[in-house]
Structure formats: structure tokens, C-alpha cells
């Protein structure tokens, strides 16, 4: 089964809009943390937001913020106010156990394109 | 900080060659990562290493993978014999900090293998 599912491969977001892109995880631990990251055309991974699994607050950063649902085991992030240079590749991803010495599972992304 | 820093940026080869990515982790990182992306499967786990001991190399798709990490600043990934299945972007990444903190990634190498 897959730990992390998003399941919209591409979406289209108007400039100075807001857009949600989902992000869906699979695990049995109680402790885990889940990370959003940017990958624009150049190709560099760039970490966006963190969220943990016991963290009560949703996560902002800037014109970042996540929707963690824990019931319903999402975690979507939002991008408010949405920007040209906003244009790329987003990945969800899942780091389980309270330790954090497991890796990151990645789900396989969402392309986002910002028109104008 | 210089961040994770991976050579070469790009290798094409030839099918049957030996081909050595490196990478540089940020310095007093703990943890180092290699991944690998296509289009197909998207970012997999290759095999990580804590204080430069490999923990879990099950990501390694077959022995024509090896990684090591001989001391805490230098990382390889070798592939021998390449085959153009592997063609790919082979990232770095490293860790270090409490268990909220996120990977830091290298800018990877993209492969080609012919």
C-alpha cells in the first residue's frame, strides 16, 4: 500500500489565488511528521513546511500553510496569494516513528502551474 | 552553509561503464540519503547511512549498486555495470537536528545511460 498518496497529478491555479494540493498518508505509528517540499524546473528539492503528527496547531510558513486532519489521515497543503514563481512540482512527504530515524516516503507529486 | 553538494551535475555513459556519483553532506549532518527519481516511480530511497554506517540499503535495486560513506564529509553511489535502466536523477540528501528537521537536499546528478 502506498504510505503517501496525492492524487491530483497537475492543477491549474490563477495568480493571486488560492490553491490546495492534497496530500493523503497511510500509517499505523502515532508519532510521525509530515513534510511538504518544491521542486520548480530547475530541479533542486526545496522544503516548504513541516507538521507533526502530536503538533495541535496547523503548520504556516509565509503563504504556506497545511490542513492536517488527523482523523481523516491528510495532510493538504495551501497556498495562499498564489505567485508565478509558484509554478512546480510539489511532493508530500512522511517521515513514522517518534525517533525521526526513518526516512522520508514521498508521495509522486503534484505539478502546479500558475497563469497569469 | 554550502549545503549538500553532489558531482557531477550530469553524466551521460555508455551501457557496460562504471559510473561514480558523489556527494559532500552538510557539515555536522548525521544522516545521508540517496534517492533517485523518474518519471515512472518517482522519488524512491536508494539507501541511508547514520554516522556513515549503512542502516538500510533494501532500496538498492540490484548488486550492480554499491554505496559507501567513508568518513562524515563523502558519499558514494557507484553503478557497475550502468544499464539504461538506470538513467535517472540520483539525489543526495543529509540531516542533522532534532527528528522535525527536514532533509536537505543536493541539486542530484542527472544520468544518462546509453
Known amino acids: 500500500a502506498q504510505k503517501i498518496t496525492q492524487t491530483q497529478p497537475g492543477m491549474f491555479v490563477q495568480e493571486k489565488e488560492a490553491v490546495t494540493l492534497d496530500c493523503t498518508y497511510d500509517?499505523?505509528?502515532?508519532?510521525?511528521?509530515l513534510f511538504w517540499y518544491k521542486q520548480p524546473s530547475s530541479g533542486e528539492m526545496i522544503f516548504l513546511i513541516y507538521?507533526?503528527?502530536?503538533?495541535?496547531q496547523n503548520a504556516t510558513e509565509g503563504r504556506y500553510s497545511l490542513n492536517f486532519q488527523k482523523a481523516r489521515k491528510s495532510a493538504n497543503l495551501v497556498i495562499s496569494a498564489s505567485q508565478l514563481g509558484d509554478s512546480a512540482m510539489y511532493f508530500c512527504?512522511?517521515?513514522?516513528?517518534?525517533?525521526?530515524?526513518?526516512?522520508?516516503?514521498f508521495g509522486k507529486g503534484t505539478r502546479l502551474s500558475v497563469i497569469a | 552553509d554550502a549545503g549538500v553538494i553532489q558531482s557531477p551535475r550530469h553524466e551521460v555513459t555508455e551501457m557496460g561503464q562504471e559510473v561514480t556519483l558523489r556527494c559532500k553532506p552538510i557539515?555536522?549532518?548525521?544522516?545521508l540519503f540517496w534517492y533517485r527519481q523518474t518519471m515512472m516511480r518517482g522519488l524512491e530511497l536508494l539507501i541511508y547511512?547514520?554516522?556513515?554506517?549503512?542502516?538500510?540499503d533494501s532500496g538498492m535495486p540490484e548488486d550492480r549498486f554499491s554505496a559507501k560513506m567513508p568518513n562524515a564529509s563523502f558519499s558514494t553511489l557507484k553503478i557497475q555495470p550502468s544499464e539504461p535502466r538506470d538513467s535517472a536523477v540520483y539525489f543526495c540528501?543529509?540531516?542533522?537536528?532534532?527528528?522535525?528537521?527536514?532533509?536537505?537536499f543536493g541539486n542530484g546528478t542527472r544520468l544518462t545511460v546509453t
Open positions: 557539515s555536522g549532518h548525521d544522516y
Open positions: 512527504a512522511m517521515r513514522e516513528g517518534g525517533s525521526g530515524n526513518t526516512p522520508l516516503v
Open positions: 547511512f547514520n554516522n556513515n554506517v549503512p542502516i538500510d
Open positions: 500509517t499505523s505509528d502515532q508519532s510521525y511528521g
Open positions: 507538521q507533526g503528527s502530536y503538533d495541535e
Open positions: 540528501a543529509s540531516r542533522g537536528g532534532p527528528r522535525n528537521s527536514p532533509l536537505h
